[in-house]
């Protein structure tokens, strides 16, 4: 069975950080790549930065180039985004998701298996 579990949002203040966590299981990691994916109420869930586990390569939205990073564990089938700097806008639902497809855009449609989300709430 396919899991992917979110844990590490929660309630920051502007100009904060967080770490997120994405535990996989129930697929070859190294086959797949990883992907970070928001959504604020109101709005379509968009992509914030995914990676190839495989290779690495990573795609970043503009709005968080500079600020998050992406990397992935491959020995723990993990991968993390650190978020640092941040804004309100930011606040969202964020998903980790696995998708068999190379890492060019990140784009949510493109991903098969989702976790359950987790809130990150960036106060003013």
């Known amino acids: 069975e396919v899991q992917l579990v979110e844990s590490g949002g929660g309630l920051v203040q502007a100009g904060g950080s967080l770490r997120l966590s994405c535990a996989a299981s129930?697929?070859?990691?190294?086959?797949?790549?990883i992907g970070w994916f928001r959504q604020a109420p109101g709005k379509e869930r968009e992509g914030v930065s995914c990676?190839?586990?495989?290779?690495?390569?990573?795609y970043y939205a503009d709005s968080v180039k500079g600020r998050f990073t992406i990397s992935s564990d491959n020995a723990k089938n993990t991968v993390y985004l650190q978020m640092n700097s941040l804004k309100p806008e930011d606040t969202a639902v964020y998903y980790c998701?696995?998708?068999?497809?190379?890492?060019?855009?990140?784009?949510?449609?493109?991903?098969?298996?989702w976790g359950q989300g987790t809130q990150v709430t960036v106060s003013s």
């Open positions: 998701a696995a998708g068999g497809v190379a890492v060019t855009t990140c784009k949510f449609y493109e991903y098969d298996y």
């Open positions: 129930g697929f070859i990691f190294d086959d797949y790549a």
């Open positions: 990676i190839s586990s495989r290779d690495g390569t990573t």
